[in-house]
């Protein structure tokens, strides 16, 4: 029983860290330009 609760702590833990780690590689100021281009570009007039 208590192993069964310390894996479902450490696989939560695990998928939260995962999940910080994507949203800091996507909001990276490094990034911006990058993350926003297709918002822009789909604005652009084709003609």
Do not use: C, Q, W
């Not at 208590?2 to 909001?27: D, E, K, N, P």
């Amino acid at each position: 029983m208590i192993s069964s609760g310390l894996a479902y702590v450490l696989f939560t833990m695990l998928l939260a860290i995962i999940s910080g780690g994507i949203i800091f590689y996507y909001y990276n100021p490094k990034r911006k330009e990058r993350v926003e281009a297709p918002k822009y570009k789909m604005l652009d007039d084709d003609e």
